[in-house]
């Protein structure tokens, strides 16, 4: 399972970014497609999670502030991140969680890079 992610850049505190991430390769089915994020020194942390049954999970710094959805048809997961902040600056790591014809995958993307200017 291959993961392409796109999305990230600067932009200004306030400003708005729309992550995205598609899977692509042996792949069966879904059961979850997240967003994490990490910063120098710190542990990668959730940001996002939606389950193939659309149950969605935020972290509480970003509660209300950004939306998680997929695109089963495409397995792509949009974070769709609004009121940005400095302190959501971060490497954005996409996440999926699937079954394909053999065995199960929990891959990870290689990052994109948001950071929010004051």
């Known amino acids: 399972v291959q993961l392409q992610a796109s999305g990230g850049g600067l932009v200004q505190a306030g400003g708005s970014l729309r992550l995205s991430c598609a899977a692509s390769?042996?792949?069966?089915?879904?059961?979850?497609m997240g967003w994490y994020r990490q910063t120098p020194g710190k542990q990668r942390e959730l940001v996002a999670v939606?389950?193939?049954?659309?149950?969605?999970n935020y972290a509480d710094s970003v509660k209300g502030r950004s939306t998680i959805s997929r695109e089963n048809v495409e397995n792509t997961v949009y974070l769709q991140m609004n009121s940005l902040k400095p302190e959501d600056t971060a490497v954005y790591y996409c996440?999926?969680?699937?079954?394909?014809?053999?065995?199960?995958?929990?891959?990870w993307g290689r990052g994109t890079l948001v950071t929010v200017s004051s």
């Open positions: 996440n999926v969680g699937a079954r394909g014809y053999i065995r199960g995958y929990d891959e």
């Open positions: 390769g042996d792949i069966v089915s879904i059961n979850s």
């Open positions: 939606i389950t193939s049954g659309d149950r969605t």
